[in-house]
């Protein structure tokens, strides 16, 4: 029998599955991809704690594959054809082509504050996907469900594959045995870097004019693509080390670096742009002058776009904070403080 036959005798009707994904901020950068949905260089992020999608998905048997999506109960044509486009290209399910989708999905954070919606929105929708995949086998919930839901994930956003686990994870092939180009895998980090909080400076709220897939795009022609993916590889051995053996100084060098590295790409690529803004710049001035003089372990990065992630450990919180809000809170819309996170949760 085939597989769409099967599927039509043994599927039930109507299945249901609700996850809450947080979104991720990486630590080194993935930039850049080998073929489909393959990184260039491996990445490492922190799973964030507040900044979630949370996600219901009605799978039914129809006809053919539809989507509909609701965003804060708003439809969305724009969304729905994502999702229906990356589930056409899950070659290996193709009885998903018999699967109505009917997604209701809201986030805990605004659009356009740097803080990855496709991240925890694709990995929320990854994992619900992944469990209607365990309904239809019958396999019980198992250890291969969150690499199957990474990949899944990755699948539809390099980033995405990150968010299923807490705490801090790899992607890409490298040093690390356990470290995959096809999903992620959890990296248990030194004790005192275990309560790192992620104050998210947001600088602008404008729409980028550049999205990430087109920018790993301008890679492939890039005149520092392999100078960059040997630094990123080297940044990489650096920054587990430092998070292993707990030396903050060492973790925020590279953190530093990684974000200056990502946005000079853009900057030198052929077809160049910016994302910064002067206010990124000039919090960066600030952020640069407050740890000159009082030694404190403040940190940033930036995804690809101009605003600010102020990492530091949880100790220094209210002298960081203070900082924050009478020093940059001029240079920026809205301060969103977060922390490290600990995974998805089914609801
Ligand atoms: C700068 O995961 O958004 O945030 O795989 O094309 O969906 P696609 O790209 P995406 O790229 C993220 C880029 C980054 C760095 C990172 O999160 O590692």
């Known amino acids: 029998m085939s597989l769409n036959s099967l599927f039509k005798n043994l599927a039930p009707d109507e299945f249901v599955s609700t996850w809450r994904s947080p979104s991720n901020i990486a630590f080194v950068k993935y930039w850049g991809k080998k073929g489909h949905q393959i990184p260039a260089n491996p990445s490492l992020s922190m799973t964030l704690k507040e900044c979630y999608t949370e996600t219901k998905v009605t799978f039914k048997k129809a006809d053919a594959l539809n989507v509909d999506l609701k965003l804060d109960g708003v439809s969305s044509e724009k969304f729905a054809t994502k999702i229906s486009n990356y589930l056409k290209t899950l070659e290996e399910l193709p009885w998903l082509n018999q699967v109505s989708f009917s997604i209701e999905t809201s986030n805990t954070f605004p659009h356009g504050t740097g803080i990855a919606s496709s991240a925890s929105g694709l990995s929320a929708f990854a994992l619900c996907l992944t469990d209607y995949l365990y309904k239809l086998s019958g396999e019980e919930k198992n250890n291969l469900f969150y690499i199957r839901a990474s990949n899944l994930a990755r699948l539809a956003s390099g980033s995405a ?147 600010l992630h102020l990492i530091y450990p949880d100790v220094f919180e209210n002298k960081i904070k203070t900082f924050i809000s009478h020093e940059l809170s001029s240079l920026s819309q809205k301060i969103i403080h977060d922390e490290k996170g600990e995974g998805p949760l089914k609801c």
Request: charged letters at 25%; a negative charge.
């Open 161 to 307: 594959c990150r968010s299923v686990y807490g705490g801090f994870t790899t992607w890409g092939e490298c040093s690390l045995a356990e470290s995959s180009d096809k999903y992620a895998t959890p990296f248990e980090v030194h004790p005192e870097l275990k309560h790192l909080k992620d104050s998210v400076v947001v600088v602008s709220g404008e729409e980028k004019n550049v999205s990430s897939t087109a920018g790993h795009g301008r890679m492939s022609d890039h005149p520092f693509a392999a100078a960059r993916f040997v630094q990123a590889k080297d940044n990489f051995d650096i920054m587990a080390r430092a998070l292993k053996s707990g030396d903050i100084e060492e973790m925020g060098r590279v953190l530093e670096s990684e974000a200056l590295s990502l946005h000079a790409m853009m900057l030198t690529s052929p077809e160049a742009y910016t994302l910064l803004k002067p206010n990124t710049l000039a919090a960066i001035e600030m952020i640069w002058s407050f740890r000159r003089e009082t030694k404190l372990p403040l940190y940033f990065t930036l995804d690809a776009g101009p605003n």
